[in-house]
């Protein structure tokens, strides 16, 4: 084990699928799985004093959910937040749009195999975002569809080349795939990632991804 490592903290009710999670995970090279929770509150208190660099959280706990344990560690009143993947068997729209409102970097099913659940900590400990290819379009038409038009603009405007930035990451674009479609740099995809979460006022990809949706930016 390397100081390196991703070290990640489990949160689930059942022992079975917290031992699958942390066989899938410390398969992996570089990840570490430091502690586990079996609810919500032993979940924030582990998270508070260890400080991994990701949680996965499940949504249906004892005590506190998912949800209030993503709004305890990741929410907007958290001046030190975590990174929080929300893994779940639920797929209803109430529970991924409350988790992400709620601070969550990450959206993943159980049975979306081995490989997407390591890219999605992976993700959030590179400070970007995954959510489970099979509910992104749906959630965020759901979104887009119930919520009224937001047409006020943003105290700094983004500039054009910004705006193509922010289609991309709401189209699930990595930084690696928006580099190759505009013909920039990963590190220049990076930088307008930053700037553009500071004009707005928002602190993850996923809240860039909600802003696009809200605006009608994305088809």
């Known amino acids: 084990m390397s100081a390196a490592d991703i ?7 059942q022992a079975m699928i917290r031992d699958c999670l942390r066989l899938i995970l410390e398969d992996q ?6 502690a586990e929770a079996a609810d919500g509150a032993e979940a924030v208190a582990l998270a508070r004093r260890l400080r991994p660099d990701v949680c996965l959280v499940d ?3 004892p005590g506190l959910d998912g949800i209030e344990v993503t709004r305890a560690l990741a929410g907007p009143e958290v ?16 529970y ?5 409102r709620g601070g969550a970097t990450g959206f993943v099913l159980k049975d979306v195999g081995p490989d997407l659940l390591v890219e ?5 400990n590179a400070g970007d975002a995954l959510i489970s290819p099979s509910l992104t379009l749906r959630l965020l038409r759901h979104l ?3 919520a009224a038009p937001v047409t006020r603009a943003p105290a700094q405007p983004l500039s054009d080349r910004e705006l193509e930035v922010v289609r991309a990451v709401a189209r699930g674009r990595t930084n690696q795939e928006i580099a190759a479609e505009l013909f920039i740099s ?4 990076k930088g307008h990632v930053s700037g553009i979460m500071t004009k707005l006022g928002l602190r993850n990809r996923v809240e860039i991804v909600a802003w696009a949706w809200e605006r009608r930016l994305v088809e």
Do not use: C, K, N, Y
């Open 79 to 94: 001046a030190d937040p975590l990174r929080v993947v929300v893994v779940t068997t639920f797929d209803l729209d109430e």
């Open 96 to 100: 991924v749009h409350g988790a992400l």
């Open 186 to 189: 990963l590190s220049t995809v």
């Open 59 to 61: 949504i249906q706990m």
């Open 120 to 124: 999605a900590v992976r993700a959030a």
């Open 144 to 146: 887009t569809a119930t």
């Open 7 to 13: 070290t990640v903290m489990l949160a689930d009710d």
């Open 29 to 34: 090279p570089g990840i570490r799985v430091v």
